[in-house]
């Protein structure tokens, strides 16, 4: 009859698996510090590091009142398009009072990124002024004739 393991030799496997998978962790961690970019230290989100705070005003042309709703929901829809597309994570874009949009971001952001967030997008649409009619390409593709080699066998 087989003797079952004892208690204190099942506390002391189970020890040894945990420090057998801790020693991996710590050996990945070590690895990607050495061979790419990785680091000792985590990195901290917008609540802990800190960072920048950016307060835009619309302004609207033309227009005596404030903007709409609407057009605060796009604004901030557009920001945040170009906020990711600029790869800064953990960044908060939210509207303050009906008139003003807030950006927080982690760090300190570049220039080119502060640039991009106060940027205005215009589009502007000019009027045709001469239209003809296209001219079709009288050449003919060129179509490769079969070789002996190609015909089927009998």
Do not use: C, H, Y
């Not at 040894?16 to 962790?25: D, K, M, T, Y």
């Not at 829809?77 to 807030?102: C, F, K, M, P, Y």
């Amino acid at each position: 009859m087989a003797k079952s393991p004892t208690p204190v030799r099942k506390a002391r496997r189970k020890l040894i698996w945990l420090l057998v998978i801790i020693g991996l962790l710590a050996g990945g961690n070590a690895a990607s510090v050495a061979f790419s970019n990785g680091s000792w230290t985590p990195k901290l989100a917008l609540d802990l590091e800190g960072g920048t705070q950016i307060i835009l005003a619309p302004q609207l042309d033309g227009a005596s009142s404030g903007p709409t709703s609407e057009q605060l929901a796009q604004a901030v829809s557009i920001i945040r398009q170009r906020v990711d597309a600029s790869g800064v994570s953990e960044a908060e874009i939210t509207t303050q009072g009906g008139s003003n949009i807030v950006v927080s971001l982690p760090g300190e952001p570049d220039a080119a990124t502060m640039q991009r967030l106060q940027s205005s997008a215009k589009l502007e649409l000019r009027p045709v002024l001469i239209s003809a009619a296209g001219t079709a390409s009288s050449a003919a593709t060129p179509t490769p004739t079969p070789t002996d080699g190609s015909a089927p066998a009998d």
